[in-house]
């Protein structure tokens, strides 16, 4: 077979297999689609088919088809952080600072630090570290992706339940914005290279006036107008980002942060959003799967990601148990939000792919660290039903 043709069986296997998994297994309460494509990205690579099936494996995925997927898997993923950040509204943050401080810093705080002392103790082990990683940007890295909150799959996970547009949804938007400007910081910060700090000053520098000069034109500009600036913008500030060390990851975030939402339609970003997610989101959870490795062992893959499910699970809990003492919250609420909060996947997937690149982590770091973020989304759903049927009063409270 040529190249064409391998590569469309490797799409018809990303389209064709998450669904008849999703349809006929009814997983739609405890996994919705997105979940089960990432499942099924780590069913079809090297450490599950690539094991089962080896022969299969490597006549489908073949270097040059592998190489295609990854373009399309970092456009999409590049347009999905992009819209991440243009909807990352923080006035409603500010309006509320107090309590939205508290909450998002005690949320993402604790987390944080009981992953970073998981990562202690995977330090201590051979095979876990990234061969470029300075042991603090492991430690940190791996801590931070224990407290990431994805706002992407909290708004799927809040329309479904029907609290997004409710005072609580609201409320907790906030407190996951918050978190996500940490994220991205902290990424950044973890990425700083000292012998190319020249290139990334120059960066920042250069991205400071040219968003400036941005914000002055697309004002200026049709609406019809905005959208195609605004991805020429996106391209532009993942090169400079990627050519100064910060990956182009972190460029799409800035490139999307310094837009303001209320420039575009919210129907056809809603839309954007959606045709993302169903079109080529799905080639980046292939590709992720492409990535997992099991070479310090399966058994010590899966203990290690539940040393770190247990660390992320406990960390929002007790953060936003906290948060709720200190605030006078109801009974119940900090748990309804701590276990809201839980969501992981895509934006912790993201987070990852970063480190691995970076050679932060290790490719059995990164699968232990994909399994956490799978399992924590997974749990958010039914640990949340039975308490929003117990707590009718709190979904219309402000804060």
Excluded at 155 to 182: C, N, T
Excluded at 300 to 324: D, N, P, Q, T, Y
Excluded at 371 to 395: D, E, G, H, W, Y
């Amino acid at each position: 077979m040529n190249t064409t043709e391998l590569f469309l069986i490797a799409m018809l296997l990303i389209f064709s297999v998450p669904y008849l998994i999703w349809r006929l297994g009814r997983t739609e309460y405890f996994a919705p689609l997105v979940v089960v494509q990432i499942i099924t990205g780590i069913l079809l690579g090297p450490g599950v088919l690539g094991a089962a099936a080896p022969e299969y494996y490597t006549f489908v995925f073949t270097p040059v088809v592998i190489t295609a997927l990854n373009g399309v898997a970092w456009w999409a993923v590049m347009i999905f952080v992009w819209i991440a950040g243009i909807e990352l509204d923080l006035s409603q943050a500010w309006r509320h600072r107090r309590e939205s401080g508290i909450t998002a810093g005690l949320a993402l705080g604790m987390p944080l630090a009981l992953g970073a002392a998981a990562a202690l103790a995977l330090l201590a082990a051979p095979g876990w570290v990234g061969a470029q990683a300075h042991a603090w940007q492991f430690v940190l890295g791996v801590g931070m992706a224990c407290a990431v909150t994805a706002l992407p799959i909290l708004i799927l996970f809040m329309e479904k339940l029907d609290i997004l547009r409710q005072p609580v949804g609201q409320r907790i938007l906030r407190y996951a914005s918050l978190d996500d400007i940490a994220i991205w910081g902290v990424l950044a910060l973890i990425l700083m290279d000292w012998q190319r700090v020249g290139r990334q000053a120059l960066f920042l520098a250069a991205f400071a006036a040219a968003g400036w000069a941005l914000r002055r034109l697309m004002v200026r500009v049709p609406d019809a107008d905005r959208w195609t600036l605004g991805l020429i913008w996106l391209v532009a500030c993942g090169l400079g980002a990627d050519w100064a060390g910060l990956h182009f990851m972190v460029g799409a975030f800035l490139a999307g942060a310094i837009i303001d939402a209320h420039w575009f339609d919210q129907q056809q970003m809603d839309r954007l959003r959606h045709h993302v997610l169903l079109v080529v989101m799905p080639v980046f959870f292939l590709s992720t799967g492409l990535r997992t490795q099991w070479g310090v062992g399966g058994a010590a893959v899966f203990i290690a990601a539940a040393w770190l499910l247990a660390a992320a699970v406990a960390g929002k809990l007790i953060g936003a148990h906290l948060a709720g003492r200190v605030l006078g919250w109801q009974r119940g609420e900090a748990s309804l939000i701590g276990w809201l909060l839980q969501t992981k996947a895509l934006i912790m997937i993201i987070f990852a792919n970063v480190l691995l690149d970076k050679q932060i982590i290790t490719a059995s770091t990164f699968t232990a660290l994909l399994l956490m973020a799978v399992a924590s989304t997974m749990l958010t759903v039914p640990m949340v039903t039975p308490l929003l049927a117990r707590m009718k009063t709190v979904i219309g409270r402000a804060g």
